[in-house]
């Protein structure tokens, strides 16, 4: 014989079962933490410095295939790796160079013309050094007119170039304005000093020549920044592309998400599924648009509070201006439809201002960006998140919605 079914729940009461039981949950993961967290601000600060550190330490680990007189580094191709992958392979130990071995990688890497291809012709000669590293991650992150303004700021007689020493001033600048570090940090800015080792590497001889002792001109340096982006940018389209010339909307999603891991990431997949159409793709030059709209994140959100209203859901005309204002270039209607049906989560046609630039933001640090879950502000997440599957559960049962 059947069980019986349970009796359908009144809203009040699903209301209050899904508020409740959240309240629960959170209450003993998170309430009890309010004192201390309270009464140890400072220290939870310094915890998460060293946090984010040892994330970007242990991601370079990780991808660190090459060891040389006690120091770890990766080739060309293993820092490639770390920004499309979150992990890969690796053999038990890192390989240990000779003196020797590294000259002759340094001189390859003397002979390499710059380009859009320039890590993916090296592969496996040259060194970058965990210092590098962070460097590159940071040009990979910010937009170029900050690195314009920094390296303006060393330029003294005006002349547009620098040399070597001054390149490193340049290097402590921008890791000062770097949001994954606490400004001011001893310790972050004596671990990002690109000269601390003494060795030459890929970096330092791509732009100051084998011997150091050229001037870089910021013509040279825009130039190499923007051909690392464009490489990345088209190593991540062939990866979630599959190889095609296109990539598919649904392959888009997945690469938008990669790093993410939202409370709403479900909502997300289901929006996908319901409203995406099979064969609907995404070009190669509107991704590239798309990724440089990323590096303007901080613009963007400048430009949507002079146009909205402090929280409110954004528009289609909004956001499309918005990012015409921090990029200086149109996001095809294509993009701008497909972002809205992905993060549109009730279907008005608008969409969260605030958690879609936090998907973007874990997208752009890939996945090496650090929040802060605990006290009052981890506590009201946590309720939200557990009222959401409560809900879904309600509705499940009942077929209406609980509120």
């Known amino acids: 014989m059947r069980p019986a079914q349970p009796a359908p729940l009144s809203h009040g009461a699903a209301a209050a079962l899904v508020g409740g039981g959240c309240l629960a949950a959170c209450y003993s993961g998170q309430l009890r ?68 071995e590294v000259d002759a990688a340094l001189l390859y890497v003397a002979k390499a013309k710059p380009g859009p291809t320039f890590f993916r012709d090296l592969g496996d000669k040259g060194l970058i050094s965990y210092a590098e590293y962070l ?160 590096n303007n994140l901080e613009d963007f959100s400048i430009a949507m509070q002079m146009f909205t209203v402090a929280n409110r859901p954004v528009k289609r005309a909004e956001f499309k201006r918005a990012v015409k204002v921090a990029t200086g270039q149109d996001l095809s209607d294509n993009v701008l439809d497909t972002i809205f049906k992905i993060f549109d989560l009730d279907g008005d046609d608008c969409l969260s201002h605030s958690e879609f630039l936090g998907v973007l933001r874990n997208r752009m640090h890939r996945g090496l960006r650090v929040l802060q879950q605990q006290g009052i502000q981890g506590f009201w997440k946590c309720v939200k998140k557990e009222s959401i599957k409560g809900a879904k559960e309600v509705w499940k049962q009942t077929g209406k919605s609980p509120f």
């Open 135 to 294: 460097f590159l991650l940071t040009i990979l992150t910010k937009p170029q007119t900050g690195l314009q303004i920094a390296f303006k700021m060393l330029d003294a007689d005006g002349n547009e170039q620098v040399e070597k020493k001054e390149f490193f001033k340049l290097q402590r600048i921008i890791g000062k304005e770097d949001d994954l570090k606490a400004a001011g940090d001893e310790t972050v800015l004596r671990e990002t000093e690109l000269d601390s080792c003494g060795v030459n590497t890929v970096l330092l001889i791509h732009l100051f020549g084998k011997e150091g002792k050229e001037k870089l001109r910021f013509s040279k340096f825009f130039r190499f920044m923007e051909n690392l982006q464009t490489e990345v940018q088209e190593m991540e389209f062939i990866k979630f592309s599959k190889g095609l010339s296109v990539m598919r909307k649904e392959d888009f999603a997945a690469w938008l998400l990669y790093f993410t891991d939202e409370e709403n990431n479900e909502i997300y997949w289901q929006n996908v599924k319901d409203r995406i159409e099979a064969g609907e793709n995404i070009s190669l030059e509107e991704f590239k648009t798309f990724c440089k709209f990323t």
């Open 33 to 100: 933490v309010f004192p201390t967290v309270l009464a140890q601000k400072e220290h939870v600060i310094h915890a998460e410095v060293d946090e984010r550190l040892s994330l970007r330490k242990h991601r370079f680990m990780h991808f660190a295939s090459l060891e040389y007189e006690g120091e770890y580094y990766m080739t060309p191709r293993d820092f490639l790796f770390s920004v499309m992958f979150d992990q890969v392979e690796r053999k038990a130990s890192a390989k240990k160079l000779t003196k020797k």
